[in-house]
């Protein structure tokens, strides 16, 4: 079973998913961000709370919940300038870190050769009038588009 999800409030049901995927299987990719980022971009967008104060109060308290669980399973770091500046390498060290997983009946591993699809879909997908559309939506949603 493989399921993603970028949701740092995730991180509250850390027991739940361990029992779930067992400490062996279960892996986390922590996305370390400059704080400030990541209220300007929530400030823009259309949901939510926009006030600085409430944008930095929440992600403290999911900060919190996240670092109080990520050494108990293997745990993928990256800053996000990082992924930004080499997103090839960084995209090839995060397959390596996955290792084998399963789809359906199908066994597949990360490798170098995977990396010419990622780049290839993420090229297309930043042209997509999907992300076009959602760019539009909202200030959060601008780098859809952009290299």
Not at 4 to 21: A, I, P, Q
Request: charged letters at 25%; hydrophobic letters at 40%.
């Amino acid at each position: 079973r493989t399921w993603m999800c970028k949701s740092m409030g995730n991180s509250k049901y850390h027991e739940v998913l361990v029992r779930f995927y067992t400490p062996a299987r279960l892996r986390y990719v922590y996305l370390i961000r400059d704080p400030r980022d990541v209220a300007l971009s929530f400030a823009n967008t259309a949901v939510g709370d926009c006030h600085y104060y409430s944008i930095v109060t929440k992600w403290v308290r999911l900060q919190r919940q996240a670092l109080a669980v990520i050494n108990e399973v293997a745990t993928f770091m990256v800053r996000y300038e990082e992924l930004l500046h080499d997103k090839e390498n960084v995209v090839k060290d995060l397959y390596e870190f996955m290792g084998e997983r399963h789809f359906g009946a199908l066994s597949r591993k990360g490798s170098v050769r995977e990396l010419t699809l990622v780049e290839d879909a993420a090229s297309n997908a930043k042209l997509s009038p999907v992300s076009a559309q959602m760019a539009e939506l909202s200030a959060q949603f601008k780098n859809l588009v952009r290299g």
